[in-house]
């Protein structure tokens, strides 16, 4: 009986041996893409279970592009914990000692605190008018009604998918234009202590121009300064984000008139 | 399956920063590739205007006879958009993928400067990946 289907099988050409095999292994397969729901694994699997073209093409897929096509498929607004788990992290250490290394060679160069503090700033602000776009295409959140909406997204998706950790919004003013962002966890700071020659450094004055510049894309301009700093004998940070301007997106530009 | 015929990217201003053209139909030189893009991206605008209802975020498909035209605006204002064949499925779907694409290996690389012609091999190869036939359908899972 054995040697009978033995011979079936060979009738059939090496590559529908393939796709028969792939279709065995798929569901197993499946359970290796992290973050992938239970009901994820099964609709995929049954959905590629009848396309021989696509089980072919799944398989000579890298795991980061199975991800992203299979679970980061856009679906309405994302959480920060659901991004966060999905996307490529690096060693928090590494990450922490290398931003340590950038303050202390930038303190070198430059000499002055004031000048770092700016230089830092500035480095955010380059960062940030990147970032934001990174941040819109694997959140999927669609336009802020308000800047009370902007805040708390910033805290509850912006920091978490980036940092690792959320922060809280308070203090808002009379009339929504300007509130405190506070962070309570800074993975920027684990092992540093100021000494008394950088007393007047914002040592994470670079989160204050991701968001600055970050804004400025979707056309906010802010401000962004430190009010409260663990490193400066304070017991948590807390940032300000004033908003000084909307700038209309809607044609005709104003400065083309 | 249906075919993608051309995809561009246009920064904020109406520039055209990116075109790529697949297979045979619809293939154009590069200043009709730059017409089309300015074209497009004035056309995307005046659509916006001329809508009756307030915010409004410009025109996302137009149909014509012999194709059709996906368009995905980011809110930082960089459109993506894709000609392809008639009834041609889960192209918003794609657009989103190339977004992700674009700020993965064009946005991040440290070399690339903002607002100017993408030459990135990192975002080609990635692109090519995800505009494959079989890759598309899987979008519409």
Not at chain 1, 207 to 233: P, Q
Not at chain 2, 74 to 93: A, I, N, R, Y
């Amino acid at each position: 009986m054995v040697p009978k289907i033995d011979k079936l099988v060979n009738v059939l050409s090496t590559a529908d041996k393939d796709v028969a095999n792939f279709q065995v292994k798929l569901y197993d397969e499946m359970t290796t893409i992290e973050g992938l729901t239970e009901d994820g694994m099964y609709d995929a699997t049954t959905m590629m279970a009848t396309k021989l073209d696509l089980i072919r093409e799944f398989f000579t897929m890298p795991n980061h592009h199975r991800k992203r096509d299979l679970i980061m498929a856009p679906v309405g607004p994302r959480s920060g914990d659901a991004i966060f788990a999905n996307v490529e992290r690096v060693n928090a250490e590494l990450f922490t000692l290398t931003y340590g290394a950038t303050v202390r060679q930038l303190l070198t160069d430059l000499e002055e605190v004031e000048e770092v503090n700016k230089q830092l700033d500035q480095m955010g602000y380059n960062i940030g008018i990147r970032l934001i776009d990174e941040f819109l295409a694997k959140s999927n959140v669609t336009r802020c009604v308000d800047f009370r909406e902007t805040a708390e997204v910033i805290a509850k998706v912006g920091f978490k998918m980036f940092l690792g950790v959320t922060a809280t919004v308070s203090n808002w003013d009379a009339d929504g234009t300007c509130c405190s962002i506070i962070l309570e966890d800074n993975p920027l700071v684990d092992f540093v202590e100021l000494p008394d020659t950088c007393r007047g450094l914002y040592y994470c004055n670079i989160l204050s121009g991701v968001i600055r510049g970050a804004l400025e894309m979707v056309s906010m301009k802010t401000e962004v300064t430190w009010i409260r700093d663990v490193l400066r004998g304070d017991d948590a940070y807390e940032l300000q984000v004033k908003l000084l301007k909307q700038v209309p997106e809607e044609y005709p530009y104003k400065d083309d008139e | 399956m249906a075919a993608i015929y051309s995809l561009y990217i246009i920064n904020k201003s109406g520039g055209l920063i990116f075109y790529k053209d697949y297979g045979s139909a619809g293939r154009m030189d590069t200043n009709d590739s730059l017409r089309v893009a300015s074209l497009w991206h004035s056309m995307h605008a005046i659509s916006q205007q001329l809508s009756p209802t307030t915010g409004c975020s410009g025109i996302e498909l137009l149909e014509a006879d012999t194709f059709d035209l996906h368009c995905f605006q980011s809110l930082t204002g960089t459109k993506f958009f894709v000609v392809c064949e008639p009834g041609t499925q889960h192209m918003e779907s794609l657009l989103k993928v190339i977004y992700e694409l674009y700020t993965d290996y064009v946005l991040k690389n440290p070399f690339y400067e903002m607002e100017m012609p993408i030459r990135c091999e990192l975002f080609d190869i990635n692109l090519s990946q995800a505009v494959q036939k079989d890759r598309v359908a899987m979008l519409g899972r």
